[in-house]
Each structure stands twice: as structure tokens, then as C-alpha cells.
């Protein structure tokens, strides 16, 4: 997927050889892909729930024994990588690890154990009519999944499909190519041993770019993509996808100081919510103060950011606060800044009047992914959870918490900044949808 | 949206006076409106329940009070339409009569009444890092809603557009433009008496065609669109549109006579769910019956349909059996039957060895809008509602019921043939969004 930037994502072949659109070939080699997924899906939909635990049990245990062959296949591709000039960081990202391997492992292990939510029915009611009325979770179908190096996140995809009895057809990396390929054997192999459908997990065999384009452009056999990669892909996905995206784009985080509030506690979160890790799309990008405890709260965070070599971007007022700052690195906002996710150790700071100039200033420069308000004063944390339009408003906690393990989901497939259908972190239920279920004795409108 | 099949929704106007694209003004003109609706959006999501509930209680007095101004603006509508050679029953749908008025006052009163589901939080659960994790029910935003002649369909958009604490922006047929801008009029009045913005419903107040083409791609002041009308409307938008649709296409719907079953009450149900009413989406276009009954079933059933000039498009079995049944209209079915939502006195009969090929032909020839089983066997019924992956499935009941008022959920807003967000009869939650919702007492991560 590290396309250069403008390469159209329907028209391109990885080799740049000279292959300009799908080829018959590939369009049929997707249509195979789709019509398999298609079938298996309709299994999947009705598999049992131990059956389903039972291959995500048997992936564990295959994982933890085919390691060393998984690290011979891992280790082609970290040769290419390096032969090709891959960044070290993205060489890092390909690697299988035991350790890593060992952590999806478990993470099989723990969504086996986790309780079945397909074929609830919920808000079962009778109606006048005599009729009862409720509503069956269901899988949404097939997922397609489209996702950068990390080949570990084939089996992330792979168990939430098969717990949440979808098919998936997953298209990784190129780089990782031969990890994945040697990781969906396992899949298939555990599928098969506990009596469920190969097909429910394929991978794309190919590295040519068309193949993307083919599967976003598959309405029959795929219901929904997902996009795991970086702002350019995701944007091209949802552009020319011809079926839903659950997609994630920025993170342009917040963290809102208020008066009054608890202000050792305001620094230890704002601290975390900036520093304890600067990567990640729910680290805090911007820091609002209210006036009446800038003069007190600044210095202390402007000290902590100082020690972390932590830029500050500010405004004249907070400027002026942080001044005096032995040490620390204070530039002037532009009004990018304000719109601007980081993903370094650069923060934007700005001293506020109070609760409304904080709500308006995040609703209108933030991304509606997670905003925290530090405060404690009831009603202002009220009114923040009511008015900020995130998918993940905070009282009194870190930013960083945004995360579907974190939220209890016990999984993740992604993180949606979108309001439909699945908002902020995307477990299981994400990956479902409600059908109506209507129980009667004969009953006839009238 | 009478246009002929042809005609591009992007560029064309109405008047067909030569305007191929949007105008300036135009372009203007939609920005405007939905500048607006954002605003009142933000507005609207904070509003108290009493506040919502005193507009549509307003509402609803003011279309009494108002019956006969209303009928004078409808009165201009019916003129040009009949000039115009409106078919008679397009005519008849424009009409705002008292009953009708009462109708949507009613509706507007019921609302008032039901709970108010903005602000509820829901599974609020403590975590293992000490925040407790909850889901914030919310509006979605702005909708957009393209609809055909009908104007009362103008004061149902509103009414749960109100309830629902979101704004919204109405396209209304152009032959009804007169009866909706003074419906609309009524709106905003009582949006005022209740201290709530005018612009929280707003009417498209031009029959320029190129408006629906900029409704439908302002992803920054429209966050979903709903259309109500024809299959080809739908399609042009669900095609054209840059933000999510919740859009209802075929009803192509199923009644499986199964073995074993009550044959009375399965002769009652079957007929209900064809004559009841021909047009409706949720009107059985299909009768499937399980060998084992279909010698005892098919003649009965044939009576009933032949004494109301039903024709039935039968498979050779089918056709065999029905052939004795006096005055029946019996032909052959062809393959298109199967697919076809005939949405007249027509209904294709075939006889078929049990459930699974039931199940088998619902899934594929059916539109996975509502299917219902008639049957004794609870693992039959069991499995009817787990496999067949349709929006309403049934067991016992006639597929008429396949309607937000009969599920209780006090009003509809359209029914989702997709599987995304919201499925089946939409009502208030399908116009919302859930977000999460973080309480901490200073926690970070680590």
C-alpha cells in the first residue's frame, strides 16, 4: 500500500510493469474470491458458537506451533524489504516476532472465551396487533479489509470475522506478502478442523494493486470495507468504493483544562494524554486552558512538556504564561495549527474563556474522534459529554483510553470516524446489524 | 421527481428551459440552507425534551387551526397538476384533505407523547483501568430527504426531525411545492413558539432539479440522505449521493407454507399478505408451499385468489394442482418471476421439497426485505429466522405487518433494504447515532 500519492488505486499494478487496469485475469480471479466469500458466509451465519470458538482455539494453537515456519516465511519478506530500501520503522512493523505471535494468539484465545452476540434477540414486545416484535443480531456478511505492513493484523481480521460469523476476504500489504500467505494456512487449517468453511477467511493472492480496486467495487459479494492504513488510502477507499467504508481518518485529539478543576490531576492527564505515547490517533493535539487557571496550570504542564522537549504552539495569551518556562520550546499558532494532527511531540495550546469557547473551539477545529474534559464542576461535565460532538467524549481521563480493549470490547477491527452505523472504536458489534423478528399465531392486517 | 427514466438528476432543471447545470445562485442558495441546517443542528442536539415536545404539539394545533389556509395553497398544486395532465391518482396523492391533516397532527401528538431516546446512556460499565465505559445515544446530524408527491410526508420529515434532535433539509415533489412551503410555514412557527431555530427544518423552496444534485453531495452540511420514491430516484441517488443513504429499494417479498402447518390458518395469512393491499412493499409476492401440504393447501388458497382476480405464475407442480381450481388464473412462471415485485393482483406459486430449498430460494430470488414461514415445527421456525437474511423475518404472521407502526416504533421515516446502520422500518434510533461516553476520576494510561 505505499503508493506513491497521486497513483489511482483502480489503475496501477504494484510492479508499475506496465498493467494499466484489472486484468481479465484478476477481475475473475476476484469474482471467484467474492462467489466463495458469498457461500461461505451464508455457513458462517449459522455456524454453532462452539464451532466457531473451536477455530479460533485451533488458530491459537497452530500459531504456537508452526512459529518457526512462520518466521521463514516472515523472514522473506524482511529480505525483500530491506534489498527494496524499506525505512527501518517499516521493516520493524513487518516483523513476526514470537512475542507477537504469541499476543494474537492470545487475543484467539480470549475472543473464543468471549460470549457469542449473534442470534440475540433483543426488545422482544408484544405489539396491539397481537404480534411480537424484537430484533436477531445478525453478521453483516462479507468484510473486505485493506491494511498496511503488519502482517499480524491478518489474524486480528481473520478471528473477528470468524467470532463474529462473517467471511472476510483480506488484502494485506505487498510487502508482507509471504507472512500473510503462511498465516492464512493456519486460518484455513483451523477453520477446517473445527468443521467450518476455508473460504470464510481468503486472503488476496496477488500483490497487484487492481486487486483493490476490484474488491471496494464488488457490491454482490462484499457489504462493507475496511481501510487500516494511512490518511491517503482511506481517502481513496472511500472515494471510489462502491459499498460502505467503515473508515478512520484523523485524530485531532483535545484535552480541556477547566475551572475549577483538580490541577495535579489536570497535569498527570495532560501529561499522558500528549507524552505517553506520540503515534497513535488518540494522543491529545491540542490543549485548551480556561483563563482562571492558566496562571496556575500552565507552568506546571509547560515544565512536564519542557522536560519532554514537547513544542507548544500558542496562543498570545498562553504565550505569555509559558514564557517564563526555563527550557521549553513555545512557538506561536498559526490557525493550521489548531486544525493540525501531530502524531509528534508538538502540542497546540490555547487559553479559552471558559466551557463554551472550549466546546466551540473543538467542534469546529477538532476531527470528532476523542475530547477530554478535566474538571470538577458537575454540570460543565455534563454539558461536554452532551455538546462535544466526538465519537468518544471524556470526563477526568486520558485521551489515550480511546481504544477498543480499553473500552471493554475485547477487540478491535477499527476505529470509525464516522457517525454511521459503528462510531469510535469497532468491536464485534460492529461487524453485525439488527433484523427485525416477528413471532405470531396467524395474525392478519386489517 | 416525475422525470423520465433518462433524465440525470445532476443536470437538469425542472422547467427543462435549457439549464444544464447548477446556477451560481443555485449552488449559493443550497450552501446557504445547509450552512443554516448546521447551525440549527448543533442547537437542536442540546434542546430539552419539553422544548421538542412543545413544537410538535404546536405543530399539530397549528395544522388544525390552519386546515383552511393549507387546503388554499393544495388547491394551486391540484389546478396545475390537473392542467397538466396529472394522472388521476398522482392528483390524489397531492391531496391535503381535513382527514389527512388530522392524520399528521395526530402523528405529530403521538411523538410528543413517546420518549424522548436523545441523551440516554447506555451499558455504562466499570473497566479493569477504572473508567466506566458507556454509550451516549445522539443525533446524527443533518438529513436530507427527497420525496415525491405526497406533501404530508413534509410534516412527518419534521415531526421526527424534532423528536430526533437533528435538522433537516426537504426536497418535496415540485407538484406539491405550494402545499409545502405553507406546511413549512407552520413548522417554523411552532419551531419559534417553542424557543427552538427556525432552520431546523428547512424546505428546498426552488423545483430546480439541480438542487437535488447538490443536496445530496454536501458532506459538510448533510450527513445522510433518505429517499422516498421510485426504484429509479433511488438508484440515481444512491449512486450520485457523497454521504451515506438510507434508501429502500425492491420488497420482493415470501410467505413459505410449510409442512407441517395450520392450513387455515395458513390460507388466511396467505391471502392477507397478498389482497390485503396490492401496492404496499411489504405485500407477499411470492408463495412458496412444502410438498407434504401443498395437495391440501394450493387448492384452497387458489379458490381465495381466483375468487379476487389474483393471477398465480406457477411452476409445473404448482400448476398441475391449481388447475382444477375454478376460474383461476393459472400461467407459467418464468425465471424473471421469481425476481419480480409485482405490486399488483399477480403472485408467483411454486412447490418445493421442504425448508432448506425455502430457505434456499428466499435468499437468492428474494430482495432481503420480508419473509415470513407458516409453520407447527418450532426448528423449522427456529431456522427460518436465523438463516433467511432478510430485514423482517416472520413466523405465523402475514408480511404486511413489515411496517415501523406495527413494530411500535410510533413512526417511520423510510425502511432500509440495506444492512448498514439502520434496517427494516426506520424510526427515531435510525435517525442517531451512538457515542462513547468515558468517566474517570483522573485515570491515565500506561
Not at 148 to 170: D, F, H, M, Q, Y
Not at 175 to 189: D, F, G, M, Q, T
Not at 254 to 275: E, F, G, L, Q, R
Request: one cysteine or more; a negative charge; proline letters at 4%.
Amino acid at each position: 500500500m505505499n503508493a506513491p500519492e497521486k497513483a489511482p488505486l483502480l489503475a496501477q499494478s504494484a510492479s508499475g510493469a506496465g498493467a494499466e487496469s484489472a486484468s481479465p485475469d484478476l477481475n475473475e480471479l476476484m469474482q471467484t474470491l467474492g462467489v466463495q466469500a458469498r457461500a461461505a458466509s451464508a455457513l458462517m451465519a449459522k455456524a454453532h458458537s462452539a464451532s466457531k470458538n473451536a477455530a479460533l482455539r485451533a488458530l491459537a494453537r497452530r500459531l504456537r506451533e508452526h512459529t518457526t515456519e512462520l518466521q521463514a516465511s516472515n523472514a522473506l519478506d524482511l529480505e525483500r524489504a530491506q534489498a527494496s530500501g524499506l525505512s527501518e520503522p517499516m521493516v520493524d512493523r513487518l516483523k513476526l516476532t514470537p512475542k507477537i505471535l504469541e499476543t494474537v494468539a492470545l487475543g484467539c484465545e480470549q475472543l473464543a472465551a468471549m460470549p457469542d452476540i449473534i442470534g440475540e434477540i433483543s426488545g422482544l414486545t408484544q405489539q396491539p396487533s397481537g404480534i411480537r416484535v424484537g430484533q436477531m443480531r445478525v453478521p453483516l456478511g462479507v468484510f473486505g479489509m485493506i491494511y498496511e505492513s503488519r502482517p499480524n493484523v491478518t489474524i486480528e481480521a481473520a478471528s473477528l470475522s470468524i467470532k463474529s460469523g462473517n467471511a472476510c476476504i483480506l488484502r494485506g500489504g505487498s510487502e508482507a506478502i509471504e507472512s500473510n500467505k503462511a498465516l492464512a494456512r493456519l486460518v484455513h487449517a483451523a477453520l477446517a478442523e473445527a468443521g467450518l468453511p476455508a473460504d470464510a477467511v481468503q486472503l488476496v493472492p496477488t500483490t497487484d494493486r487492481a486487486a483493490v480496486g476490484r474488491l471496494i467495487a464488488m457490491p454482490d459479494y462484499v457489504d462493507v470495507i475496511i481501510p487500516r492504513g494511512g490518511r491517503s488510502l482511506i481517502e481513496r477507499v472511500s472515494r471510489e468504493a462502491k459499498v460502505p467504508v467503515i473508515k478512520h481518518l484523523d485524530g485531532n485529539c483535545h484535552t480541556y483544562v477547566d475551572a475549577p478543576c483538580d490541577i495535579d490531576m489536570a497535569v498527570t492527564v495532560a501529561d499522558n494524554a500528549k507524552t505517553q505515547k506520540y503515534s497513535p490517533c488518540n494522543a491529545s493535539e491540542g490543549l485548551l486552558v480556561a483563563r482562571d487557571v492558566a496562571r496556575e496550570f500552565l507552568p506546571r504542564i509547560g515544565a512536564v512538556y519542557a522536560a519532554k522537549g514537547v513544542e507548544m504552539r500558542c496562543d498570545a495569551e498562553a504565550q505569555s504564561i509559558l514564557a517564563s518556562v526555563q527550557n521549553a520550546k513555545v512557538t506561536t499558532a498559526s490557525e493550521q495549527d489548531w486544525y493540525t494532527e501531530y502524531l509528534a511531540p508538538i502540542i497546540s495550546v490555547k487559553v479559552v474563556d471558559g466551557l463554551d469557547e472550549a466546546i466551540a473551539h473543538i467542534n469546529r477545529y477538532g476531527s470528532h474522534h476523542t475530547d477530554a474534559i478535566l474538571t470538577t464542576d458537575h454540570v460543565h461535565a455534563q454539558r461536554f459529554l452532551r455538546e462535544v460532538d466526538s465519537a468518544s467524549v471524556m470526563v477526568n481521563a486520558s485521551t489515550r483510553f480511546a481504544d477498543g480493549f480499553e473500552y471493554g470490547l475485547g477487540a478491535e477491527i477499527g476505529i470509525s470516524t464516522d457517525k454511521f452505523h459503528a462510531r469510535g472504536p469497532v468491536g464485534l458489534a460492529g461487524l453485525t446489524s439488527l433484523k427485525w423478528v416477528v413471532l405470531g399465531q396467524g395474525e392478519i392486517r386489517t
